[in-house]
């Protein structure tokens, strides 16, 4: 039987064109965890947009932790999703909330006095709208972080009313993350438009089953998959 599971080869390249127009013109990246690969498909899927010559535009509403990029201080993540743009567009756009302690957002944001507000997202998310084809939105965490003492990142997928791709970062555990994951979206009906398969451990036991089993309960399955890419 042909496998026709849209791959994605590397970080750089080679993502199917069937994979990438099934993609809407605006979508929330979430994932089973911190760490599993958010920034890392985000980049690659922007650089597979922007050589089709679309305007891509991704914004990363609220990031915690800071790093000396450049001779300047820098959330990296931010920085990579700036780099991939080929939208010029400014920073208070694209990330209007940076904290530097590398905590929970809502903790960061609360030592800073801060309160983050879902308005000011939105209001910032409409203006990237307007200027580019693609607007992707990075999350932080997965999707019930807190960010601040009402709202979580899933009111504010709601309050953007945009659908969500998650990224499962392959490794034991995921199963469960990403199917709780879908859940709460399911019962917020809040859109999936689909999932990436994210094999962060190469060491993981039985991950074709684990691939399986995610399609499966998931319904559908992977828009892609990113192989481990050693460093
Ligand atoms: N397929 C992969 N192969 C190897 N390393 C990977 C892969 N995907 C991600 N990584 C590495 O894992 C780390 C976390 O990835 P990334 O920053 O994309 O995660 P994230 O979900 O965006 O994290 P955060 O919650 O902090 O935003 C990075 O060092 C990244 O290079
Ligand atoms: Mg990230």
């Known amino acids: 039987m042909v496998d026709t599971t849209p791959v994605f080869h590397?970080?750089?390249?080679?993502?199917?064109?069937?994979?990438?127009?099934?993609?809407?013109?605006?979508?929330?990246?979430?994932?089973?965890?911190?760490?599993?690969g958010k920034t890392t498909v985000t980049v690659a899927l922007?650089?597979?947009?922007v050589a089709t010559g679309r305007r891509v535009v991704a914004m990363k509403p609220i990031a915690s932790g800071c790093e000396w990029i450049d001779g300047v201080w820098q959330n990296e993540d931010v920085a990579k999703l700036v780099a991939a743009s080929n939208v010029a567009a400014p920073l208070s756009l694209i990330n209007?909330?940076?904290f530097d302690p590398p905590i929970a957002p809502h903790i960061a944001a609360e030592q800073a006095g801060v309160n983050i507000s879902l308005a000011v997202i939105a209001q910032a998310y409409l203006a990237l709208k307007a200027l580019a084809d693609v607007v992707i939105v990075e999350g932080a965490g997965g999707l019930l972080v807190p960010v601040n003492t009402q709202h979580t990142l899933a009111d504010l997928i709601a309050?953007?009313?945009?659908?969500?791709?998650?990224?499962?970062?392959?490794?034991?555990?995921?199963?469960?993350?990403?199917?709780?994951?879908?859940?709460?979206?399911?019962?917020?009906?809040?859109?999936?438009?689909?999932?990436?398969a994210n094999h962060v451990d190469p060491a993981m036991a039985a991950a074709e089953e684990n691939l399986t089993t995610l399609s499966h309960w998931l319904g559908q399955p992977p828009l892609m998959r990113l192989p481990y890419c050693a460093a």
């Open 46 to 49: 922007m650089r597979a947009l």
């Open 159 to 196: 309050t953007l009313q945009c659908p969500t791709l998650l990224v499962v970062g392959m490794r034991l555990g995921c199963i469960n993350h990403a199917l709780l994951t879908a859940e709460v979206l399911r019962q917020r009906q809040l859109a999936l438009c689909g999932w990436v």
């Open 96 to 98: 209007p909330y940076r």
């Open 10 to 36: 590397d970080a750089v390249g080679a993502i199917r064109p069937d994979a990438l127009d099934s993609l809407p013109a605006q979508f929330f990246v979430t994932g089973t965890d911190t760490g599993v």
